[in-house]
Structure formats: C-alpha cells, structure tokens
C-alpha cells in the first residue's frame, strides 16, 4: 500500500491549489481517505476525509473552503483548496483510515502516510 501526495505549492491569502493523492495498493471503495496537515511546532491535525460509500467529513477550519473528492478511475483522492489563509501553511499528508475509532478524523486511526506536500500560504 502506497499513498503520495502532491500538488503543494506558495499561493498568496485568498489563493488555490489543489492537491492530489494517488493510491496504490488497495480500493478506495473499501477505505476511507484523510488529507491531514501539520504546521511548525503544531500537532497534527485532520482536514478532511471521504469514506468507502463517498460521503465525506471536514474540520471546521476547512469547511465551505476546501472540497474533498475522488477519481476511482484513477484511485486518486484531490483536496481543492480555496480561499487559502497563512494559518492553512503546513505539511498536507493523505492516509488511509485503517482503524475504526472516533473522532473520524483522528490521525491515530490512520496508517500507510504519503510523504507530504508542503503549502505555503503568504503575502
């Protein structure tokens, strides 16, 4: 199982970008996906996710500015990122959910992490 996230970049405050994770490995059918992100000295922290069915979750931070959604074709999972703020700067990695515990967007409950994509966020 492989997961690789990218399409990071710098934007400036009110920009967009539009990540992408491409999965490997397993179906994303039968798994949820995260996107997550951690900051300079912050914990990380859930973004959003969309689960097996397609239905999908966000954090308040990133809900009515950040859609989530997924090419099965491809096995791919995309962030479209609007609006973006300094505070959005951090590291965005994507998983697959692998354990079954609340909060859904708890990084614990996720494993096989991408790399990361770095978003830069500044004037």
């Known amino acids: 199982v492989q997961l690789q996230a990218s399409g990071g970049g710098s934007v400036r405050p009110g920009g967009s970008l539009r990540l992408s994770c491409a999965a490997s490995?397993?179906?994303?059918?039968?798994?949820?996906v995260g996107w997550f992100r951690q900051a300079p000295g912050k914990e990380r922290e859930g973004v959003s996710c969309?689960?097996?069915?397609?239905?999908?979750l966000y954090s308040e931070s990133a809900e009515g500015r950040f859609t989530i959604s997924r090419d099965i074709a491809k096995n791919t999972v995309y962030l479209q990122m609007n609006n973006l703020q300094p505070e959005d700067t951090a590291v965005y990695y994507c998983?697959?959910?692998?354990?079954?515990?609340?909060?859904?967007?708890?990084?614990?409950?996720?494993?096989?992490w991408g790399q990361g994509t770095l978003v830069t966020v500044s004037s």
């Open positions: 998983a697959r959910r692998v354990l079954n515990f609340d909060p859904i967007l708890n990084p614990a409950a996720y494993g096989d």
């Open positions: 969309i689960r097996g069915y397609g239905d999908t």
């Open positions: 490995g397993f179906t994303l059918y039968n798994y949820a």
